[in-house]
């Protein structure tokens, strides 16, 4: 998932720094204001942590293996916005150093995977423990759900960027410039390999460590008092009011469209008619490439394909086939998903404006070691 | 209760430096400190010698102001150190560029990504110019004997070379008062006394040097004063040699202890009480 | 081999972590791109690798790869290593996703093997993204390569970026393999207690308690290197020095890689 450089084309690239930008200043607002950086040290070792766990190539059920991200539990016990950072962090030394993901592609990298993924997962998480106690299995389901949400909804971004490539950004002749395969390809090749291996490993890594801390580290989770989030550091990183959040998103939003701005080409000019036949060798093709891909796909995919170009049909109003429609049409789909579940986590948990108080409590949270 | 008060008339002419009354310090419902209460005088060398969960490293963190106490309080120069005065910078970058503090663990320590940016780190914090800041590190830097570690990353250093750069990182803001904990801890010998030695030439008699210390074969070396902490509290305040010679209080204070134990699975058994260490 | 396979890979991999990370032998040596101001580089290697995104032409490519080549030969970096480190991973990873295109984009056949017809537009549009992944990997490998690791995080204030971000970036390189190492001690400590074949669900469990132990430990350090910061003056606040001034080389050198990374992006259209 972590793409290279050259996949996408550079207006692309360009628009995904500009929203991941936005979050990545929200948030360290929102660390600098944290008791005078105390959170520094905390999020460059949650960051070191991400990167060591994605080395653990985890055996899963049914032989294969799979590594986590690390995403779900930073966004757990960091809160969304430490989530965010930790995992970006992660990701630019990854890219740095390794040349795993691209520098050209790290906003595309760190908006899927940090700043969707960790949102993806702290919203899940207290949605569905909401209520629930310390102890309870629900909690830990919630967590294990969370860990599988987040990697889920990174792909599909991913998948998304991908997909929108070749309809953006191709020569005279029609041939692709950058990422190659149109989303209904791109996106159950992704998807296949997601829903099940990554998935589970992401799952499984962010439910484990879950467990493992509610039973020896309660007051990480800020389930040390009462069975409830109420302290900690979980709860500090909540935000106090959703109006950043929602912001960061309208910006976003707002910025998709201009990436296409640069890149002028329309909707609909390189149909995909042309591969409907042979979407399923693409599929499992492409799927290799990836990771956590299983040995076959299938076949039954390429008519499931189908469903995402359904929605377009011939008919519909030539506004509709412009590029720049297309292009919002996919921000608007992968964000919408994020901000579904961050809104009904706001909405069902009923906080408001908490949080005040938790600077105080945080600081007896200091002691000997 | 040993109550051996150590006064030797040269200190009482000294200013009274740090002044604990009745500390108590719990953490979720944990006891570290019970009621401790502790003078320290300029220019004292003071031991706090204690097992692991005595109350040493707290003592230490409240004394340079990272900790603060559930009740009683700590003064450093006649100011008590509250959150609140800590939470003023001018306070309290006058505080630490006076008090400095070793930490135990040299990785939590050396958190910058070379040895020239670790000493580096303290004279910048203190706003200190470009040309100041690169002669106190190159200074520092000598005198720890490291120049040539300068752009190393701490990660490739050797265990006594973590420790002194730990301690060069500390002695670069030249404090009145350094408070070390188990500076020798998990070394060789040659480099405990390397430690031992450059912690020597450091003091210039108007210092003040606190060491936390499980280690009584240093004692000698590192101060004239030994303050044994058991359970929270101070037990024994005396020179080191009365505190060596009651092998009672030693025992008490599970400071000696002649036991059973098993490295890697092979029974063993220590034999001399100075060959105590930690065990994993 | 007594070592299960999970802890002989993370052995493995905290090593070449470790060198990866730490090894500042290249960067220390004396070449053409080391002895240049590390803001310039920055600078001028980014503008190259966003050429090379933004080149839409095999030749193009090519030479944007070839100034890579050159940049490294004439800053003493072993091709070699870069093959071995850069290319091979970079090629084989990008052409698995590459290579259907030959075979999907519509276009004139040129080449058939039974029933797998590669198309010309297929071919190119494949090449077009290994190549340009290759150029965009070699150029910004260069950069790390030639800078030692603190330098570049300075030179990251030249383009704006926050000093908090470099000095998470410079924590969290530090303590990287710092938990690598530890994972893995702790992995070996745990295997020497296991006998006879593990099954995958025991290792697994083993792999998350594990997670979980240094998870908890890596919280608890993180606090304890705040207090570390704060008993040295920290307020919240990070400052740097900064050792750079621009010579008479270094804006040369800064004109050319500019100038070469717009022939690129005006070329590669």
Redesign the interface.
């Given at each position: 998932m972590h793409i290279?450089?050259?996949?996408l084309?550079?207006s692309t690239?360009a628009t995904m720094y500009a929203a991941s930008a936005g979050f990545?200043w929200h948030a360290?607002r929102k660390?600098?204001r944290q008791m005078?950086?105390?959170a520094?040290?905390?999020?460059?070792?949650?960051?070191?942590?991400c990167?060591?766990?994605m080395?653990?190539?985890?055996?899963?059920?049914g032989?294969t293996t799979g590594h986590a991200l690390g995403v779900g539990?930073a966004a757990i016990?960091l809160g969304p916005w430490g989530g965010m950072?930790a995992v970006s962090?992660?990701l630019?030394?990854q890219a740095?150093?390794?040349?795993d993901g691209?520098?050209?592609t790290l906003g595309a990298n760190c908006f899927n995977m940090a700043i969707a993924g960790s949102l993806a997962a702290w919203g899940i998480y207290h949605l569905l423990s909401m209520g629930s106690t310390a102890m309870s299995r629900r909690r830990l389901v919630a967590a294990a759900l969370a860990g599988y949400g987040s990697i889920n909804v990174a792909a599909l971004l991913a998948a998304i960027e991908f997909g929108i490539q070749p309809m953006l950004f191709h020569?005279a002749?029609?041939?692709?410039?950058?990422?190659?395969?149109p989303l209904h390809v791109a996106i159950p090749a992704m998807m296949a390999g997601h829903l099940t291996i990554a998935g589970l490993a992401e799952a499984?890594?962010t439910a484990?460590?879950f467990?493992?801390?509610r039973r020896?580290?309660p007051?990480?989770l800020g389930l040390?008092k009462s069975g409830l989030a109420k302290d900690g550091l979980a709860t500090d990183a909540t935000p106090k009011t959703p109006r950043g959040l929602w912001g960061g998103l309208a910006v976003l939003m707002l910025l998709t469209p201009l990436g296409i701005l640069a890149g002028g080409a329309a909707w609909g000019e390189w149909a995909p008619r042309?591969?409907a036949d042979?979407a399923a060798?693409?599929q499992i093709?492409?799927a290799?490439?990836n990771h956590a891909a299983p040995a076959a796909v299938p076949t039954g995919l390429s008519k499931l394909a189908g469903v995402w170009t359904a929605p377009l049909p011939d008919y519909a109003p030539h506004f509709v086939k412009s590029a720049a429609f297309g292009y919002f049409l996919s921000a608007i789909f992968g964000v919408g998903i994020i901000l579904g579940v961050v809104w009904l986590a706001q909405v069902f948990t009923g906080r408001k404006g908490e949080g005040t108080e938790t600077d105080t409590a945080e600081?007896?949270?200091?002691?000997?070691? | 209760m040993h109550d051996l008060q150590h006064n030797p008339e040269s200190v009482t002419l000294r200013t009274t430096e740090f002044e604990a009354s009745d500390l108590h310090f719990a953490?979720?419902g944990v006891a570290?400190l019970r009621g401790l209460s502790l003078n320290v005088r300029e220019g004292e060398r003071i031991a706090l010698l204690g097992a692991n969960g005595s109350?040493k490293?707290?003592l230490l963190?409240m004394m340079d102001g990272?900790?603060?106490a559930t009740s009683g309080t700590m003064k450093f120069r006649g100011q008590a150190l509250t959150?609140a005065a800590l939470g003023d910078d001018k306070f309290a970058l006058g505080f630490h560029r006076q008090v400095g503090l070793v930490f135990q663990n040299p990785d939590v320590q050396l958190?910058n990504p070379t040895v020239f940016d670790e000493v580096a780190f303290g004279p910048l914090q203190m706003g200190w110019g470009r040309d100041e800041v690169l002669e106190r590190v190159n200074k520092a830097l000598e005198w720890i004997g490291a120049s040539h570690l300068r752009n190393r990353a701490p990660y490739r250093l050797s265990g006594g070379e973590k420790k002194r750069v730990a301690i060069a990182s500390v002695v670069v803001l030249e404090p009145d008062v350094l408070l070390l904990d188990e500076p020798t801890a998990a070394l060789d010998p040659r480099s405990q006394s390397q430690v031992i030695e450059l912690l020597g030439s450091w003091n210039d008699g108007r210092k003040t040097i606190i060491t936390a210390t499980h280690q009584l074969e240093v004692l000698g070396e590192i101060c004239e004063r030994a303050v044994v902490l058991e359970g929270g509290a101070i037990v024994a305040d005396a020179a080191p040699q009365t505190i060596l010679n009651d092998t009672a209080l030693l025992q008490r204070a599970n400071l000696v202890h002649i036991h059973r134990h098993t490295h890697d699975g092979v029974p063993h058994r220590h034999s001399s009480p100075y060959l105590h260490h930690e065990h994993q | 081999m007594s070592a299960h396979p999970?802890a002989r890979?993370?052995r493995g991999?905290?090593q070449a972590?470790a060198r990866?990370?730490v090894s500042e032998d290249a960067a220390h040596a004396r070449g053409l791109l080391q002895g240049i101001d590390p803001r310039v580089k920055l600078v001028g290697m980014?503008a190259l690798?966003?050429a090379?995104?933004?080149s839409?032409r095999v030749d193009t490519l090519l030479e944007l790869l070839a100034v890579g080549v050159g940049l490294a030969m004439m800053s003493r970096v072993s091709l070699w290593s870069l093959a071995r480190r850069?290319w091979l991973?970079?090629f084989v990873?990008?052409f698995?996703?590459?290579?259907?295109?030959m075979?999907?984009?519509?276009?004139v056949v040129v080449w058939r093997w039974g029933w797998l017809a590669a198309t010309a537009?297929?071919v190119?549009?494949?090449a077009?993204?290994v190549l340009?992944?290759e150029?965009?990997?070699t150029l910004?490998?260069l950069l790390?390569l030639t800078t030692p690791w603190m330098w570049l995080l300075k030179a990251l204030r030249t383009l704006w970026v926050?000093v908090?971000?470099i000095?998470?970036?410079a924590?969290?390189?530090?303590?990287?393999v710092?938990?690598?190492e530890t994972?893995n001690q702790m992995f070996e400590s745990r295997q020497s207690r296991m006998v006879g074949r593990v099954k995958?669900?025991e290792?697994?469990?083993m792999?998350?308690?594990t997670?979980?132990?240094?998870?908890?430990k890596?919280?608890?350090?993180?606090?304890?290197?705040?207090?570390a910061?704060l008993a040295r003056g920290?307020?919240?606040?990070?400052r740097l020095l900064a050792e750079f001034r621009m010579k008479g080389r270094d804006w040369l050198m800064g004109a050319a890689l500019l100038m070469l990374a717009v022939a690129a992006v005006v070329a590669g259209r």
């Open positions: 290279p450089d050259g996949y084309s550079p690239c990545w360290l660390t600098r005078m950086g105390r520094l040290p905390r999020l460059a070792l949650m960051a070191a942590f990167f060591v766990v080395l653990f190539n985890l055996p899963l059920p032989g539990i016990v950072l962090l992660a630019t030394i740095l150093f390794f040349g691209g520098i050209t020569d002749s029609g041939a692709p410039l950058y990422a190659p395969y499984l890594m484990g460590l467990g493992y801390l020896n580290e007051a990480l040390a042309d591969f042979q060798r693409a093709a492409s290799s490439g600081k007896s949270e200091e002691r000997e070691r | 953490y979720e570290a109350g490293s707290t963190r990272l900790l603060f959150e958190f | 999970v890979t993370l991999f905290s972590l990866t990370l980014m690798v966003v090379s995104a933004l839409h850069v991973v970079a990873f990008s698995m996703i590459a290579a259907p295109a075979f999907l984009t519509p276009g537009p297929g190119h549009t494949a077009l993204l340009r992944v150029a965009a990997v910004s490998t790390v926050p908090e971000v000095a998470l970036l924590m969290t390189h530090r303590y990287v710092l938990l690598a994972a995958g669900r290792q697994r469990h792999m998350i308690n997670g979980g132990v240094l998870l908890s890596t919280m608890a350090m993180g606090d304890e290197v705040y207090m910061m920290f307020r919240g606040e990070v």
